[in-house]
């Protein structure tokens, strides 16, 4: 049994994570992540000059990856650095793609077209079940009619793969171009951009109409790579936080010194232990049946563990850390809110209580 | 044991609650339930209209111009004002140090000062924290140095809330350096806007604006704006936050975000039905609703027990503790009971037909965020169990 990463995966963090600190500190970060586009094209560029879309995708398909352990690789340093870039949704649209065995264009291997995978819906955050959007044949082609809300990066995306319901009854996976679609852009409360993507009969290419399976790799995929970006940034806040007891002086001595304060972070330190293996055991199944019960095990416990993490990292910096200036504040806002998207931690655990019976 | 309201406490509520609906306009009330903040003119206009029916002051004694409601009818009349979507009165001048001049201040300070709080003319910020005296207030080392018929002030305020919107600060200052730290401190009224005054904004990381820095640098204060004698500030300190505290239950406050939020989970849809009827969702709320209802309890003995006593004990240390986890449990629940639709951020930037939540819950998550300051501020939640070890339990 070997737990450390293979030393090609070690190299690649530790050239992403140079990268990003090269071109994201904490400054760089505040200044891009809360304005318009909500993310640094450049930024992307160097990601992509550096493989991080490839790292996503299998050999078979002109990448150098896709394994869940290269996803892991990719979105922890990616978490520890907060950064904004559309990764998530393209990493999704490439699990759909690869998992329907479709092609994966070079633009797509290569970062220069940037994707998006547009699952959730203003009723139907979580899951593919009660999805309303809907496609309906025209001529040769399809039209999309419905509503994807909050879809992270859809903001700067050149293309969205749109899951909808068909006539048969099945959902498909749909190929819109980005400038086709009536969008309403935003930012978040936790940096980064996202948007409303209203459809009105609007034209689309059909890339399969069997796509529930595909869509579920890709959900896997996406909380996979969520929960391995909770890891990057709980471990910074884990280290901030003790270093901050360490040096806060109040009565007279380091406030580490007090054994009240020793012992919650202690259990800081619990938490980020099951999230670092959890996720571990995550991607270790990703691509076999256990796959997305891993996964939404990971993310259940993202959602409850990294919200006591956040919490407590603020509660123990007292007031600096809710200030905009700090960055444990922004780590803290990321890590509560990766709970929201795909899925929540109520949510994982309805959907593995279901499987249970 | 009786635990209903009197006949005259309840005739009390109804008459507040009568007055408060023809005080409160509607886009104060839209404002207060979106949870945006007020400008200065909307705090201002408030306070006059409270203050024309003598409720502003209703518990001050009668000698100072007050009503002299006692904590039941106070506790009611804070419960009500969250009710009628009302915002919270600024509690500095009104609660803080006005209860402070009554107590220590001479005369003159409290002829001068007490109407000046009333009318509005003047509005008081709090200078107690410094960047290296949190917790450990006692620490503080703003230093005021008397000079003739002056002292000259020299140092740093910090997460001083609505000075941007104040005239005066009342402070904590180091005159003394002899024995322990609590022994050097006097407690100053002073002007913000004296030469070497200046304030800072700091923003919160919800990206808004209401604490700030403040700094002094060779300001002059009448040795006649001192309250009581030199060095003898702490003690003021702690009547003052022990005032600080017998409002801090929120369980005004909190029964009616609890309201709020089953409204949101009544609108909100999952899986085809409301989100209220998510068996996950309903106990995370009714577990919620029990402790809100055994603190109401809590709060309204330790209440009852102050009316008797006079003044509330250090175990309403407790009520800032359970009060706020409360709290903020509503927060989170609003937050995650929202999912996705809680992130756009300003939520305003989603208006008409993207709209995704009503206006007033559209901004759970940044309210979220931003109320993580409750359990921090005012004498943090380790402070207080700190208190209740020492004072209360006696381990």
């Not at chain 2, 309903?282 to 919620?288: S, T």
């Amino acid at each position: 049994m070997d737990f450390s990463p293979t030393p090609e995966r070690q190299m690649v963090a530790e050239s992403l994570s140079r990268l990003l600190a090269e071109h994201l500190d904490a400054e760089r970060r505040r200044a891009i992540a809360y304005v318009a586009p909500w993310h640094d094209p450049t930024l992307w560029a160097h990601l992509c000059e550096l493989g991080v879309p490839a790292l996503l995708v299998p050999a078979e398909q002109g990448g150098f990856g896709g394994a869940g352990f290269d996803i892991t690789t990719a979105f922890q340093p990616l978490g520890a650095a907060l950064c904004t870039e559309p990764m998530l949704g393209h990493a999704m649209a490439l699990a759909a793609l690869v998992a329907l065995d479709a092609p994966v264009s070079e633009d797509m291997v290569s970062g220069n077209s940037r994707y998006v995978l547009a699952i959730g819906e203003p009723d139907v955050p979580y899951g593919l079940d009660d999805l309303e959007t809907t496609a309906n044949r025209a001529g040769d082609g399809w039209q999309i009619t419905g509503r994807k809300s909050v879809v992270a990066g859809a903001q700067s995306a050149t293309h969205v793969l749109v899951a909808a319901r068909h006539g048969d009854g099945g959902i498909g996976l749909f190929e819109v171009g980005a400038d086709a679609i009536d969008l309403t852009a935003y930012g978040m409360v936790d940096g980064g951009g996202a948007a409303e993507l209203f459809f009105d009969a609007t034209a689309a290419h059909a890339i399969s109409l069997e796509a529930d399976a595909a869509l579920t790799t890709a959900l896997t995929a996406g909380l996979l790579a969520l929960s391995a970006e909770a890891v990057g940034i709980a471990e910074r806040l884990v280290d901030l936080t003790q270093d901050y007891l360490r040096t806060r002086q109040q009565f007279g001595r380091p406030i580490a010194k007090f054994q009240a304060l020793q012992h919650r972070a202690v259990e800081m330190s619990l938490h980020l232990e099951q999230l670092r293996s959890i996720t571990v055991r995550a991607a270790a199944s990703f691509g076999t049946p256990d796959g997305p019960r891993h996964a939404a095990m990971a993310k259940l416990l993202v959602g409850r563990r990294g919200r006591l993490i956040a919490e407590e990292a603020i509660q123990l910096h007292g007031g600096i850390a809710v200030t905009w200036e700090a960055e444990v504040a922004h780590l803290a806002k990321r890590l509560v809110m990766i709970d929201a998207q795909l899925g929540d931690a109520d949510w994982q655990s309805e959907m593995l209580a279901e499987a249970l019976a | 044991m009786d635990i209903r309201y009197s006949d005259d406490e309840l005739a009390f509520r109804t008459e507040i609650k009568t007055g408060l609906a023809e005080i409160v306009w509607p886009e104060l009330a839209a404002k207060v339930r979106a949870g945006s903040s007020l400008e200065k003119p909307e705090h201002d206009r408030f306070h006059a209209a409270l203050n024309a029916r003598g409720w502003l002051a209703g518990h001050w004694p009668t000698e100072h111009g007050g009503l002299g409601w006692d904590p039941v009818q106070r506790h009611i009349f804070d419960e009500e004002l969250y009710a009628a979507d009302a915002p919270r009165v600024v509690p500095f001048g009104l609660n803080m140090l006005a209860p402070v001049l009554m107590a220590f201040g001479s005369p003159e300070q409290q002829a001068y000062h007490l109407p000046r709080i009333l009318s509005g003319e003047d509005w008081w910020c709090q200078g107690y924290s410094e960047p290296g005296a949190g917790s450990d207030l006692a620490s503080l080392r703003t230093r005021a140095v008397q000079e003739g018929d002056s002292y000259i002030v020299n140092g740093q305020k910090t997460w001083t809330t609505l000075a941007q919107h104040a005239n005066k600060i009342f402070c904590l200052v180091r005159t003394g350096t002899e024995g322990k730290p609590q022994e050097g401190i006097s407690f100053l009224l002073m002007d913000m806007q004296a030469p070497g005054v200046t304030r800072r904004p700091i923003r919160t990381l919800d990206g808004g604006f209401e604490v700030n820095e403040v700094f002094f640098d060779n300001v002059r204060v009448p040795v006649a704006d001192r309250v009581g004698a030199e060095n003898a500030g702490w003690t003021i300190a702690k009547y003052l936050l022990n005032h600080e505290r017998t409002n801090i239950s929120l369980v005004g406050e909190s029964t009616h975000a609890l309201e709020q939020l089953k409204a949101q989970a009544r609108q909100t849809r999952r899986r085809g039905q409301p989100l209220i009827k998510n068996p996950h969702f309903a106990a995370r709320v009714i577990e919620i609703e029990a402790d809100l209802e055994a603190h109401r309890i809590t709060n309204l003995r330790m209440l009852s027990d102050a009316q008797r006593k006079g003044a509330p004990g250090p175990e309403v240390s407790m009520l800032k503790i359970t009060g706020t986890r409360i709290r903020q449990a509503i927060n989170d629940l609003a937050r995650r009971g929202l999912g996705p639709a809680a992130a756009p951020f300003p939520s305003e930037a989603l208006s008409g037909n993207a709209a995704l939540a009503a206006p007033e819950h559209a901004n759970a998550a940044a309210r979220y965020f931003n109320n993580r300051k409750i359990s921090i501020y005012g004498g943090s939640n380790e402070i207080q169990a700190n208190i209740l070890a020492k004072h209360v339990l006696d381990i």
